[in-house]
């Protein structure tokens, strides 16, 4: 099972909104609506933000909006913040009991 | 908050074996779905295994089939990863985590346990 597809990166000025994608296949993000996005600070484990392609789990801002197209998933944040610089991952159930990871982009601020 | 405590990593040589833990006082394993996730140094997430609620179920990637077993001790609320046969690139920091629902997103994660695998 491949690896999802992530930019590496992606920037933004503090306010301004920055969208992750993630791009799968027909047999993992274009098949199923469970695709989730984790936010990684350095040093620390990941947080889920986003399950179910866009819903957030109780706690997270609503700056945080998930998407699916077709084989691809994106995370928006909005009104970008200091402690929005962090890793970001997606994550899609592929089948058989076996659930694929994006190869993660790192946010910085312009 | 809801904690997950892994344990077990440490320092081990190419072809041998270690044991990691996972447990928590605040819900029952016996309820949810329980994976492993694993993290190389500077690199991305990678999926590594689940046992099912009913503990009867478990499956692996690709990467770890055949050399790594899941397993769980009811009685003591403990989650285990044995791994045997480590190689190099198993080298990783390994998060014990819940899955939140049937196979949608994974909502607690321990703070994870270093595996080193070096001669």
């Known amino acids: 099972q491949s690896a999802l597809t992530q930019p590496p990166s992606a920037s933004g000025s503090p306010g301004q909104s920055v969208t992750i994608s993630c791009t799968g296949t027909?047999?993992?993000?274009?098949?199923?609506?469970?695709v989730s996005w984790y936010q990684q600070h350095p040093g620390k484990a990941p947080k889920l933000i986003i399950y179910?392609?866009?819903n957030r789990p109780s706690g997270v801002p609503d700056r945080f909006s998930g998407s699916k197209s077709g084989n691809t998933a994106s995370l928006t944040v909005s009104g970008l913040q200091a402690e929005d610089e962090a890793d970001y991952y997606c994550?899609?159930?592929?089948?058989?009991?076996?659930?694929?990871f994006g190869t993660g982009t790192t946010v910085t601020f312009l | 908050q809801v904690q997950l405590v892994d344990s077990g990593g440490g320092v081990v040589q190419p072809g041998g074996c270690l044991r990691l833990?996972?447990?928590?006082?605040?819900?029952?394993?016996?309820?949810?779905?329980m994976h492993w996730v694993r993290q190389a140094p500077g690199r991305g997430l990678e999926w590594v295994a689940v046992i099912w609620s009913d503990g009867r179920h478990d499956f692996y990637a690709d990467s770890v089939r055949g050399r790594f077993t899941i397993s769980r001790d009811d009685s003591k609320n403990t989650l285990f990863l044995q791994m045997s046969s480590l190689r190099d690139d198993d080298t990783a920091i390994y998060y014990c985590?819940?899955?939140?629902?049937?196979?949608?997103?994974?909502?607690?994660w321990g703070r994870g346990t270093q595996v080193t695998v070096s001669s």
């Open positions: 985590v819940r899955e939140r629902a049937a196979y949608d997103g994974f909502d607690i």
């Open positions: 179910e392609v866009n």
């Open positions: 833990s996972c447990t928590t006082s605040e819900f029952s394993f016996n309820t949810c779905g």
């Open positions: 027909s047999s993992d993000v274009g098949r199923y609506k469970y």
């Open positions: 994550n899609s159930y592929a089948g058989n009991n076996n659930w694929v």
